[in-house]
């Protein structure tokens, strides 16, 4: 690829863009305009070139990633206001609560395009494009942007069509103010993939360039409450958007949908999506008010820690946002959610007092309220309830997959 031999078959065969994997061509992509790093997917175990070999070998034979300076005195302005925003993230994210952040992203050129037009908006974001198809929600004139499940919940309220994102922008766009037009929606496009050069112009400093971005487009719409397992930062680039939040202990009240027939991956609240005193929820009646509404314009952020219930509309007649997900506290690959379905299957259907008896456990060893377990011992004899890093963690994984495997 790299190489400019072209005299044998065997080098001809390799710099034919063809014999890429896709795997690759996704990276080299991403290189273009950032250096390969530990997260560009080298994070798995079984890597066997980490991504300091990629550098020698790229930059060994020229290859060139175009960084862009920051060094200008309105970046250097930027890089402290990104400081103080960040020192107030920071604060946040321990406590698991909310926080907006106006004005984050309103220097980015993106948002920039949106405020002149919609029109302007897609241009900007169409010369990104790859041209990849990738699916839409297209959904018809009556149920008016929100997309949800058919009356029986045994299917949706909308259609799925594959078009590339270029294609969308042109249709979201072009039927803007006529009577009658399908409503349409793009979203969870990773930009690195999809859209490569986009994060590069429009970077989080917050986060690094460690944490994937991706881009949400569409007519107004309203999509469910649900949850992330991961925590995210929603930035609005076009248009408006109303956030209705619930926190995570009020599940119990929330009535939640199925977790495996679902709209985009996550479960909804029926209740949240319910008209008010819908007499099939009559415990969501008591916390409806408990809800946190935020209106966010262009520009602005919202920090949403993760299993935090959201509903989101996007209130203007074209709309567009970035996010990003990422573990604020993750201790090595393995997610508490795969616990949680593991626990679903070990424990949920035992008798109720078997089932008292595992939580008695959980809560003593898992969530740790009344303080570490093992307190009274010496650190050294603590073993694998010690701290997780550097050993212990493996150790503990390594014993789950044995057991899981019947050993």
Not at 379 to 394: D, H
Request: net charge negative; glycine share 8%; aromatic share 12%.
């Amino acid at each position: 690829m790299l190489t400019k031999r072209t005299d044998s078959a065997f080098w001809r065969d390799n710099v034919d863009p063809a014999s890429i994997p896709e795997r690759l061509q996704k990276l080299l992509r991403l290189w273009k305009y950032q250096s390969p790093g530990f997260f560009d997917e080298f994070d798995r175990l079984d890597e066997v070139f980490p991504n300091a070999s990629y550098q020698y070998i790229l930059y060994g034979m020229g290859f060139r990633t175009e960084v862009e300076p920051f060094n200008t005195v309105a970046a250097q302005a930027l890089a402290s206001r990104f400081l103080g925003e960040a020192e107030v993230l920071t604060q946040r994210i321990e406590p698991c609560r909310p926080v907006v952040l106006r004005g984050l992203v309103a220097d980015w050129p993106v948002v920039e395009a949106g405020a002149r037009s919609p029109a302007a908006f897609r241009d900007y974001v169409s010369r990104f494009d790859t041209g990849a198809p990738m699916e839409a929600f297209v959904g018809a004139p009556q149920i008016a942007g929100k997309y949800y499940y058919s009356d029986d919940l045994a299917g949706f309220n909308f259609e799925h069509r594959r078009m590339s994102l270029s294609q969308a922008l042109d249709a979201m766009v072009g039927s803007l103010g006529q009577d009658g037009a399908l409503s349409l929606y793009l979203g969870s496009v990773p930009t690195d993939d999809r859209l490569p050069g986009f994060s590069s112009q429009n970077p989080m400093p917050l986060l690094g360039w460690t944490t994937g971005q991706r881009i949400w487009l569409g007519h107004a719409s309203n999509v469910s409450s649900h949850y992330e397992t991961l925590d995210n930062l929603a930035c609005v680039v076009a248009g408006a958007r109303r956030f209705t939040l619930y926190p995570p202990e009020l599940i119990g009240e929330l009535y939640v949908g199925p977790i495996d027939n679902t709209m985009a991956g996550q479960p909804v609240s029926l209740a949240a999506s319910s008209p008010p005193d819908d007499a099939r929820f009559p415990r969501f009646a008591g916390v409806r008010d408990q809800a946190l509404i935020t209106e966010l314009h262009a520009g602005d952020a919202l920090y949403l820690p993760k299993l935090w219930w959201h509903q989101v509309e996007a209130t203007a007649p074209f709309n567009g946002s970035v996010n990003y997900w990422w573990d604020a506290f993750a201790a090595g690959p393995d997610s508490p959610y795969t616990s949680l379905l593991l626990s679903m299957i070990a424990v949920s259907e035992r008798p109720l007092e078997a089932r008292r008896a595992w939580k008695a456990l959980f809560e003593h060893y898992v969530f740790r309220e009344n303080g570490h377990p093992v307190s009274h011992l010496p650190p050294e004899r603590r073993g694998l309830l010690g701290p997780l890093a550097p050993a212990n963690y493996g150790r503990i994984r390594a014993r789950v997959m044995q057991l899981l495997r019947g050993n």
